[in-house]
């Protein structure tokens, strides 16, 4: 899919975006109006000085209009609009449900209904509500897609809820959005959101095989799956269908279908991949993933194997 979407708020994609984006533009208007009538205000009380005693605006009646009355309409204009805008972002209806969890710093992506475990990237289908379910393995960190809807914090042990629904199909960028350490500026994750019957297909390509049809990786592979086994990977990953079942780092039985290794941070690619296996310190500073000492070719076998699992 090729249609990217630049991240802002100001460009929504579905109904909660739009009410949140509407929101921004009253208050700015309402406030811009009221920041260049102080400015003129302010602007005219230094100018009279010099020349009259008698300030022209200091009634007891401009004081009470311009300084109570109108702040409070404007106060109440805004706060009536702020409090429809919550009750639009409960969005009603039922759907697909997807588990975000934080880890320092990437997402892991759950669908409980579907079975698929992946990171970093989600998939939802256009024009449905997609229920979101956040929390965090660590410390605190924000799920932001502003495309589609506002912030919302992921915490340790509690559970918060929302709702998205994409209007339009595109790849929507978010961002962690809640200092979360050295790594925060670097945990990025994109929401692709595909026509129903893509989606569909997305997901049975993705849904967990009975044990009858998990095939072994074809021969090519074999030496890229020892290295995999043997080298400490499968102490933090997971590879469906293998004894890899590591759940400090990123599931990576679909890796070779994602855009991006370390949550936005390189291109997936041989070669980042590569580098970010040997030495991802040196890539994304502090993240948990320790340096690998591995011979060239076992290198070579390991990413081609990684490359492979779509
Ligand atoms: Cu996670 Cu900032």
């Not at 929504?12 to 009538?37: D, K, N």
């Not at 000085?49 to 109570?68: E, K, N, S, Y």
């Not at 070669?271 to 970010?276: I, T």
Request: aromatic letters at 8%.
């Amino acid at each position: 899919m090729d249609s990217s979407h630049e991240q802002s708020a100001l460009h929504p994609a579905g109904p909660a975006a739009e009410r949140i984006s509407e929101l921004w533009w009253l208050m700015a208007s309402l406030l811009g109006v009221a920041f260049l009538a102080v400015a003129a205000l302010v602007y005219l009380a230094v100018r009279r000085r010099a020349g009259t005693d008698t300030p022209p605006l200091g009634t007891l009646r401009f004081i009470l209009v311009g300084g109570v009355a109108v702040p409070l309409v404007v106060s109440l204009v805004l706060l009536i609009d702020s409090l429809g805008v919550t009750r639009a972002l409960r969005l009603p209806g039922t759907g697909v449900t997807v588990e975000v969890v934080g880890h320092q710093w990437w997402w892991e992506v759950r669908y409980p209904d579907l079975g698929i475990v992946t990171a970093n990237e989600i998939h939802v289908p256009v024009g449905r509500p997609v229920r979101i379910m956040l929390r965090s393995a660590d410390v605190v960190h924000s799920f932001w897609v502003p495309n589609l809807a506002g912030k919302m914090d992921m915490l340790p042990d509690v559970i918060n809820r929302f709702w998205v629904r994409a209007d339009r199909p595109g790849i929507y960028r978010g961002q962690c959005a809640e200092f979360c350490g050295l790594q925060h500026a670097r945990m990025a994750f994109t929401v692709e959101a595909l026509p129903p019957a893509e989606f569909q297909a997305w997901a049975d390509a993705r849904r967990p095989k009975p044990a009858t049809e998990a095939a072994p990786p074809p021969a090519e592979h074999a030496r890229g799956l020892e290295v995999f086994m043997a080298s400490g990977c499968a102490t933090c990953h997971t590879i469906r269908g293998t004894g890899a079942t590591g759940r400090v780092g990123p599931d990576l039985t679909h890796v070779g279908s994602r855009n991006t290794l370390g949550a936005g941070t390189v291109p997936n690619t041989g070669g980042d991949m590569a580098g970010w296996i040997a030495n991802s310190q040196k890539v994304k500073p502090g993240n948990l993933m320790p340096r690998s000492y591995l011979a060239p070719a076992d290198l070579h076998a390991l990413v081609r194997y990684l490359r492979s699992l779509e």
